[in-house]
């Protein structure tokens, strides 16, 4: 059990499948078409970047593969089973950090290995992953006393405590400053080639989908589809500078609408 | 809520009055408003214990060697400062100018009372009058506030554990919602004193029946406020749980209860005042023991120092309760610190 916890092999990674999904909400009694027919399926271990415009559907499209809501239209499946709620096993980092203001910086770091009665027994993944994301000296700090980078760190260390096989980050390094943004990105990379779960990322950052990921998809305005798919044939460790992501920049830029702008 | 800030301003305003002539509290400085509180103590000492009293007071010895006693901590507390150096303490600088204030009420007083008699006899008791209740009554008035927070308590308790459950049961049951809402709405606003009647009629005792209405009080307000808690709880709280594998019973033990302390606080401190009325009209009414029924047993005897008495004994037990309330919601709702200012 405990050396299955701490896996560091490359195939606890679990696969997803998005297919033919359509999601609506009601918007003052109006349906509002949000995600139209998007497909795509993400290998074992891969690391896939969601990109698209603002309020095109992405944080929606996470909560669906989360389980935390049913498509409208279409089918979800992890590792080949179909996603009908939520499971630890697949751990969505939100765009805002709630973390808990009654909780220490620890404590809701603790709160995955509490809510499924691990506290105890593994206690010490909580500082372990409080260490990854620098916070080890703020762990008895309440939120409040966190900035707004701080805060978006405490909540990737509560969502990686959980060890989970699908990390879903939803723009998990936008509240960084510049500097500590691409430590962070090269932190994800590494823990991901480490661990072995499969990356699903949302952003708006070109550059960042680029550097971290294996494909880019890129999503059409409100409802989203699925404009391209855009490997990016590269290996890890990437070079910031090297010449195929300026080529690969100017394409996805192109592929949303922004040519003309660079 | 009301109550901290509004005590908070008075400290601090009191504060600023107390520091702003000896501020700089250098070596050897003057406390300025105590030495004006220990003169005033000592004058309103010499008030009582010289002119003579209008009537025969048992205790204007005992009233004057207290204030008396009073003054000369101020003095004390004035030259201490003055000659050694050594600063009065924090707490006695800051609660300086109410002394000085208390001094000169107590003199004003006594000298329209006991000394010349300058308003209505009975009814204005003087202070020496008073203080011979405390002196000579005190088994009784022990009782009586024995009696009271043990009838408080219990209702009290009750009360709140039964508002807590049904605030959290209906904030989270859409089916318990649909039921108890209603009959809240039908039953809650009704003053808890309404079913006096009923309530001495049904229960076996008035002792039972005061506990049911200082329930009843008590928990209408903290189930609508634990209510508006848990139905007003971010619903992001509820996801971040839910995706890493919680529980009903822990999205509601350990979120929605927890993010739903602050408002549940508002509704016991509202329940504390609804209770504290019934406890006072249930004793007068029919309990044979409490505060209440003391206040109620001195009026027809037209001890009205006794009346005064048991009213500022009561003062203090409800206060106390509330300061009580107010540190354990402090202690529990440390987290807050900082989001919102007291
Ligand atoms: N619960 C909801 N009820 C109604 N409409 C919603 C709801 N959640 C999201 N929407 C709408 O769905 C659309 C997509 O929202 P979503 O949060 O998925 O966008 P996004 O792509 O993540 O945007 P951003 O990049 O700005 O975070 C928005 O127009 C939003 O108004
Ligand atoms: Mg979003």
């Known amino acids: 059990m ?12 679990a696969s997803v499948e998005v297919l033919k ?11 509002l078409p949000v995600l139209e027919d998007v497909s795509f399926r993400v290998e074992p271990g891969g690391f896939v970047a969601l990109l698209g415009p603002s309020g095109c559907g992405k944080s929606t499209l996470l909560r669906l593969v989360a389980g935390l809501e049913p498509p409208s239209r279409g089918a979800l499946s992890a590792n080949d089973a ?46 372990k992953a409080l260490r990854l994301v620098g916070l080890t000296n703020f762990a008895d700090a309440y939120p409040h006393q966190l900035s707004g980078g701080m805060a978006q760190r405490a909540a990737l260390a509560r969502a990686l405590v959980n060890d989970p096989e699908l990390l879903l980050l939803d723009e998990p390094l936008g509240k ?16 991901w080639e480490r661990s072995g779960f499969t990356a699903l990322l949302v952003t708006h950052d070109v550059e960042e989908a680029l550097f971290m ?50 | 809520m009301f109550l901290a800030k509004s005590q908070q301003s008075a400290e601090t305003a009191g504060q600023s009055i107390a520091d702003a ?10 406390w300025i408003t105590g030495v004006w509180a220990a003169g005033v103590w000592l004058l309103a000492a010499a008030i009582s214990r010289f002119i003579p009293d209008i009537d ?51 003199a004003v007083w006594e000298l329209l009372t006991a000394k010349f008699a300058l308003l209505p006899r009975p009814f204005f008791a003087a202070p020496q009058g008073l203080l011979e209740v405390f002196t000579d009554d005190y088994p009784r008035l022990v009782e009586s506030v024995w009696h009271s927070l043990r009838l408080l308590a219990g209702g009290y308790a009750i009360g709140a554990a039964i508002g807590f459950v049904a605030g959290v049961a209906i904030g989270w049951s859409r089916r318990v919602g649909y039921w108890a809402h209603p009959v809240l709405r039908l039953i809650g606003p009704l003053p808890a004193t309404a079913w006096l009647p009923i309530a001495f009629f049904a229960f076996p005792s008035s002792h039972s029946a005061s506990t049911f209405l200082i329930a009843l009080a008590t928990a209408f307000p903290v189930t609508v406020l634990t209510w508006s808690g848990i139905a007003s709880v971010n619903r992001a709280y509820y996801d971040v749980a839910r995706t890493m594998g919680a529980s009903q019973s822990f999205l509601v033990l350990k979120v929605a209860i927890p993010a739903a302390l602050p408002s549940v ?19 007068m009414m029919g309990v044979k023991a409490g505060l209440g029924w003391y206040m109620q047993w001195a009026q027809g005897w037209a001890a009205y120092a006794n009346m005064y008495a048991a009213l500022l004994v009561m003062a203090l037990m409800c206060t106390g309760l509330i300061t009580l309330l107010f540190r354990l919601r402090d202690r529990l709702l440390a987290w807050q610190k900082g989001i919102v200012q007291w």
């Open chain 2, 265 to 283: 606080f508002v509704g016991l401190f509202m329940g504390l005042g609804a209770s504290f009325s019934v406890l006072v009209v249930a004793e």
């Open chain 1, 213 to 262: 990921a294996q494909r880019v998809i890129v999503l059409s305005d409100r409802p989203a589809r699925v404009r391209a798919d855009v490997p990016v044939d590269l290996p890890y460790p990437r070079h910031r500078g090297h010449s195929r992501l300026a080529d690969l920049r100017r394409e996805v830029l192109r592929l949303l609408g922004l040519d003309g702008t660079w």
């Open chain 1, 82 to 127: 179909p996603i009908d709620g939520p499971d630890p096993s697949r751990v969505l980092m939100f765009q805002d950090p709630t973390l808990y203001p009654w909780r220490t910086v620890r404590n809701n770091a603790a709160l995955g290995l509490e809510a499924r009665g691990l506290k105890h027994s593994h206690s010490p993944r909580v500082d």
């Open chain 1, 176 to 191: 960084l400053d510049s500097m500590t943004r691409i430590t962070m990105q090269g932190e994800l990379v590494s823990l």
């Open chain 1, 21 to 31: 999904v359509s999601h609506r909400f009601d918007l003052h009694g109006k349906p």
């Open chain 2, 56 to 106: 025969d007071f048992e205790r204007t010895n005992l009233l004057a060697d207290i204030m008396a006693g009073i003054g000369v901590v101020f003095v004390i507390l004035a030259l201490g400062s003055r000659f050694s150096g050594v600063r009065p303490p924090e707490r006695a600088r800051s609660v300086g100018p109410w002394f000085l204030l208390l001094a000169v009420v107590l």
């Open chain 2, 21 to 30: 002539p000896e501020m700089p509290a250098a070596r050897g400085a003057t």
């Open chain 1, 2 to 13: 405990v050396a299955a916890a701490f896996r560091v092999v490359a195939d606890a990674g």
